[in-house]
């Protein structure tokens, strides 16, 4: 696509709900993070692929948090046991090349995740 | 976790005047990038930069590679309405280090 996609563009969860958040990267790009922007904040580094492979997940926050790159392109991002402190707003992003790129990202828009 | 530090949190300023915004590390960097983000919208790619000392224009933006590699600095001339944002820079170490770490964010409001 002509640019990165997630969905949904909201979401509401109550506490102890699991949610699944989708990223869409754009056609073609090897490198995948994802992001969480806490409010009033700058985004934070969770996790990052490149095509299928899981490289890093050293900022995922607890083991209640999974993302998964399946086919090397669409990325889910769940979220296990929801609580109150995993309201942010999760940023995918896209890059054209590999460990080695001094490519910059693409974000999307984001999933605004309130959980109640 | 890490986030470089931004300075000024924030600034309101006239319409037409120069804005100029800077971000710090304590760690060394070989790329230097600047974002924009608007309200409900992911950050958007403004200005890269690779080499200590560089200078690198994207319009009325002018963005600055530190030589010490530890800073970075953005400069916005004759601001728009439409310049409000926030504004992250965000930094990556080493070849082959893939994940940037970004700034706190100076939050720019134009008064016309």
């Known amino acids: 696509g002509a640019g990165v996609s997630q969905s949904p563009r909201y979401k509401v969860a109550k506490r102890g709900q699991d949610v699944a958040l989708r990223c869409d990267p754009i056609?073609?790009?090897?490198?995948l993070f994802w992001y969480q922007q806490a409010l009033g904040q700058g985004p934070e580094f969770l996790t990052y692929?490149?095509?299928?492979?899981?490289?890093?997940k050293s900022g995922l926050p607890s083991d209640r948090f999974f993302a998964e790159r399946p086919e090397g392109s669409v990325s889910t991002l769940k979220i296990q046991r929801t609580q109150q402190e995993d309201s942010a707003v999760y940023l995918c992003?896209?890059?054209?090349?590999?460990?080695?790129?001094?490519?910059?990202?693409?974000f999307g828009s984001g999933t605004r995740l309130t959980v109640v | 976790g890490q986030q470089l530090n931004q300075s000024p949190q924030s600034m309101f300023i006239q319409e037409g005047e120069d804005v100029s915004m800077n971000c710090t590390s304590s760690?060394?960097?070989?790329?230097w990038l600047w974002y924009k983000q608007d309200p409900g919208e992911g950050p958007v790619l403004l200005i890269a930069?690779?080499?200590?000392?560089e200078l690198t224009s994207n319009g009325r933006l002018t963005a600055q590679f530190g030589i010490t590699r530890k800073d970075s600095f953005l400069n916005i001339s004759a601001s728009i309405p439409s310049d409000v944002g926030i504004y992250f820079c965000?930094?990556?170490?080493?070849?082959?280090?893939?994940?940037?770490?970004f700034g706190t964010g100076t939050r720019l409001k134009v008064l016309a």
């Open positions: 965000a930094g990556r170490g080493t070849s082959g280090t893939y994940k940037y770490i």
């Open positions: 692929f490149q095509n299928e492979a899981q490289l890093d």
């Open positions: 760690s060394i960097f070989n790329t």
């Open positions: 992003a896209s890059s054209q090349g590999g460990t080695d790129s001094n490519y910059g990202y693409t």
């Open positions: 056609s073609g790009h090897v490198s």
């Open positions: 930069l690779y080499k200590a000392g």
